[in-house]
């Protein structure tokens, strides 16, 4: 048994409430993991709990992979243009019904004040707001044995800036960050990137149309994750932010992929596309990606992905626009 199946045993054990399990996994998450990416060579969960380290997205990666092994619907939050972080990412979970979120983070949920230890949806938390609080769970971080129950009793976090258990940085405006923020940038200027998680499989055959691409969450085979502007390239509505597009490639083997892309606007010789490999490899055959154009506007890179998973990413050469219209990713 691997630690990450030890994890989402101990949290099958709670007894109560179903949310209770998510309120665990954020406590847990949040008080024995470091605050850090030092000696990682990959996003993978397993690496998260061996080196008990991560920044948010590590921890989203980690709180998300538990929630598939106890079949919970799970998907990633993206916040942009946030105080001091800048950006920063937290976990929803279907629970009763309902989306809840979770910051692993810093381990904290927000509540309506009527009910402080049920955790709500971020949706839900912005449309009651003011009547809402951010809250902190007091679970007792891991020591090196499992606790044998878990309490749902939480403290308020005062207004103001919050400060890592690990660091004594300010590093988090709380309220600001996850009720006033853009949970879609729309500043005029930077860059961002959209990025979206892809299983390989032998039969891969994904189709992703433009209305597809403008939806807020995308569902691929992990659960829905949240993905901003993803049927945007270059300068988003010719003015900003500059963005491109992310796909990490999560391969079951060695295999070959073909990316398939249509878009308007932009000429096809100033869309770029390039690979790179969580497992580092800078031979000639690991970054050779064959590119072909079609009459009818597609185009088409193919080239190998590994395990532990290869990054597929897409821009535009200088500040053009791009609108994509159709994403093509299969198995070939």
């Known amino acids: 048994m691997n630690s990450l199946d030890e994890l989402t045993k101990q949290v099958q054990k709670l007894r109560g409430p179903e949310v209770l399990k998510g309120v665990f996994l954020n406590a847990w998450i949040y008080g024995s993991l470091s605050l850090s990416v030092k000696d990682r060579n990959s996003e ?20 998300r992979a538990v929630c598939d092994r106890l079949n919970l619907k799970s998907r990633r939050i993206g916040f942009h243009n946030i105080p001091i972080q800048i950006a920063h990412v937290g976990t929803e979970v279907w629970i009763d019904g309902e989306w809840r979120f979770f910051d692993p983070t810093f381990g ?5 004040i009527a009910e402080p230890n049920i955790p709500i949806s971020l949706d839900d938390a ?57 949970i879609v940038p729309e500043d005029e200027t930077g860059t961002f990137v959209s990025e979206m998680a892809v299983p390989v499989t032998e039969t891969t055959q994904i189709e992703l149309s433009e209305i597809d691409l403008q939806k807020s969450h995308l569902d691929l085979g992990y659960g829905q994750t949240y993905v901003a502007y993803a049927n945007t390239l270059g300068l988003s509505h010719g003015r ?9 490639l ?35 055959a690991a970054l050779t990606v064959d590119r072909t154009e079609s009459e009818d506007g597609w185009i088409h890179w193919r080239f190998p992905v590994r395990p532990e998973g290869s990054t597929f990413k897409i ?11 159709n994403l093509v990713i299969t198995s070939v």
């Open 108 to 112: 904290t949920f927000i509540a309506a």
């Open 315 to 325: 821009s535009t050469l200088g500040e053009v626009s791009a609108i994509i219209e």
């Open 126 to 182: 912005r449309k009651r707001f003011p009547d809402v609080e951010i809250r902190r769970t007091k679970t007792p971080a891991y020591q090196g044995k499992w606790l044998r129950s878990v309490s749902p009793n939480s403290e308020v976090l005062p207004r103001g800036t919050m400060n890592h258990a690990t660091g004594g940085w300010p590093i988090l405006k709380p309220y600001e960050s996850y009720l006033y923020s853009d």
């Open 250 to 284: 999560r391969p079951d083997a060695e295999r070959e992929v073909q990316v398939s892309l249509k878009t308007r606007y932009a000429p096809l010789d100033r869309i770029v596309g390039g690979v790179r490999h969580t497992v580092l490899d800078f031979s000639e």
């Open 240 to 248: 900003g932010p500059l963005t491109s597009l992310s796909i990490d």
């Open 44 to 63: 993978s969960s397993e690496e998260s709990l061996d080196k008990l380290n991560g920044a948010c997205g590590h921890r989203d990666i980690l709180f």
